[in-house]
């Protein structure tokens, strides 16, 4: 599957891929901050959410299909960067595709088989309590108090209702289409593969403590040294400080060695 893109900027390409709550749409105010920062900005939507509908109930691969669109983009080469699923997709295709990934800034990450905090735990049963009345703007109400901190602006607190409210809703029209086997398996051992590569493991400074736990293990995990807090937000970190994430992805770019010449498959 092709997924629906948009991107800005040429250079090394930079690939960012959302949360679970939205959609590429949540990387509007980052792609020209990096387009002028010279690196090529592209954002993707993941099977089921946004553009990228799932109709047929067909199991979805996510990890393959940001490749198979990379390919299709013409980028050999890239950073991933993503928020919670965002971050889960990026390193399930990195672990698929190792040799084609020059870094990861992963933010927000909490592995499925993690136990959930009570905070947490309150969070989804919210949201599962307001579908099964009936009442989407209960659910996205709960869902955006959630993910973003008490000091979230009010544009992104417009703009999280907006995308939560359309996922809810191609997720009650269509369902949750079945994920194929993961590629991470289950404990370390397929982390470790990328133990070589260049990673940023970041936490908004007000998310739940399930995903500064997630954080923490994740960077023990790829030997990525300490975790970035992103201060001033919650989970959906990148949203709510579009500048300052930008400027620890650019300068985590920076730090990389120059590009290799593509790789011929």
Known sequence: MLLPSTEAGRGRPVVLLHARPTDRTMWDAHLPLLAEAGVRAIALDLPGHGDATVPDRRTVAPWSDVLDTLDHLGADRFVLAGNSLGALVALQAAVTAPQRVEGLVLVGYRPHDQTASPRLDA????????????????????????????????????????????????????????????????????????????????VGEHDMPDFHQGAENLAHDLDAGRTTVIPGAGHLAPLEQPAAFCTLLLEFVRRLPQPSPPVHR
Not at 182 to 192: I, K, M, N, R, V
């Open 123 to 202: 969070a989804w049963e919210a949201e599962r309590t307001a579908l099964a009345a009936d009442d989407l703007d209960a659910a996205v109400k709960a869902g955006v108090k959630a993910w973003t901190s008490a000091g979230a602006s009010e544009e992104v607190l417009i703009h999280a209702a907006r995308m939560l409210h359309r996922q809810l809703t191609d997720q009650l029209t269509h369902g949750e289409p079945p994920q194929a086997p993961d590629p991470l398996g289950t404990g370390p051992a397929a982390l470790s593969t990328l133990r070589g590569v260049p990673a940023l493991i970041g």
